[in-house]
């Protein structure tokens, strides 16, 4: 059952538009509030853009809020190859199509990487960024070309049996129910075959290799713009060890840890994720 906080936060309906970059059309909602400040989220690898259905709402009384779904998953278009840079821009292009006036870009996981090679890329188009639960690298790191999976479209013959194949990734234990099934459902499409899910499930594969860029904390040590960090305490990527050198890299004053969360902070503990940010965005002025 929906408790009565998350029925609100989703009854407030966004406008939905696109933009084009590099042949793609890129969907984004807008939740307008024309004159505030600019906050613009950014989900992470196997999301969309309603996996801020029940955040971005909380923040809309006090800016012009956006939510981007990037190529490859929601409703944007799947691309033939993918790239960081590829990533950044259709960002930028989505600020400038919105009209957002140097926003605050939240990106979370992959989202938070391709939100940091933004900030890196175009600083003078963002104001600060705050990274969710994405690790930052202290050494630039190499991978051998993915094999492109096999992939065969899979149909279900309704919405319930398709959302029971609904996974978090990377997987984890989420107690929300009511959160995973409203995500199953925003994650697949209808069609004349059946219902089947909108992912680009070869996305890590076609992502070209040959951009070179600084190792993450690196880029993060030297960003010209203001950077906070949120991370849930449980999260597999942020030991006690790894938490603790975030202030080597960030301004300790903008870390924030969200108890009895883990890597997918905001489906675990939504309500103390949105404190979390409402507290640390003040704090970003540059």
Excluded at 15 to 44: D, M, R, S
Excluded at 87 to 92: K, M
Aim: glycine share 6%; proline share 8%.
């Amino acid at each position: 059952m929906q408790p009565d906080w998350f029925k609100q936060y989703i009854s407030v309906q966004p406008e939905h538009h696109t933009c084009q970059v590099e042949g793609a059309t890129i969907a984004y909602q807008h939740w307008k509030n024309p004159g505030k400040p600019a906050l613009l989220f950014v989900h992470g690898h196997a999301a969309h853009a309603h996996w801020w259905d029940f955040i971005a709402p909380a923040f809309v009384p006090d800016y012009d809020v956006v939510a981007i779904d990037n190529s490859g998953s929601g409703e944007s278009d799947h691309r033939v190859e993918y790239s960081a840079a590829l990533f950044a821009r259709e960002l930028v292009e989505c600020i400038n199509t919105a009209h957002l006036n140097s926003p605050i870009v939240v990106g979370h996981s992959f989202g938070g990487t391709m939100t940091r090679i933004a900030a890196h890329l175009y600083p003078e188009q963002l104001d600060s960024i705050v990274i969710v639960d994405s690790a930052l690298a202290p050494k630039k790191s190499s991978r051998e070309p993915l094999p492109l999976p096999k992939l065969k479209s899979r149909y279900y013959e309704s919405m319930e049996q398709g959302k029971r194949r609904f996974r978090l990734r990377p997987p984890q234990p989420c107690d929300n129910k009511f959160i995973m099934d409203y995500l199953a459902g925003h994650s697949l499409k209808k069609t004349p075959k059946g219902f089947k899910f909108k992912l680009d499930g070869a996305v890590f594969a076609k992502m070209a290799l040959t951009e070179e860029f600084p190792a993450a904390a690196d880029m993060v040590r030297d960003m010209r713009i203001p950077v906070g960090f949120i991370y849930g305490e449980k999260s597999r990527f942020f030991p006690p060890a790894i938490a603790e050198g975030l202030a080597l890299i960030l301004d300790s004053t903008l870390i924030r840890a969200v108890p009895d969360a883990h890597h997918h902070v905001f489906l675990d503990q939504p309500l103390s994720f949105i404190e979390a940010l409402k507290d640390l965005l003040p704090q970003l002025g540059s």
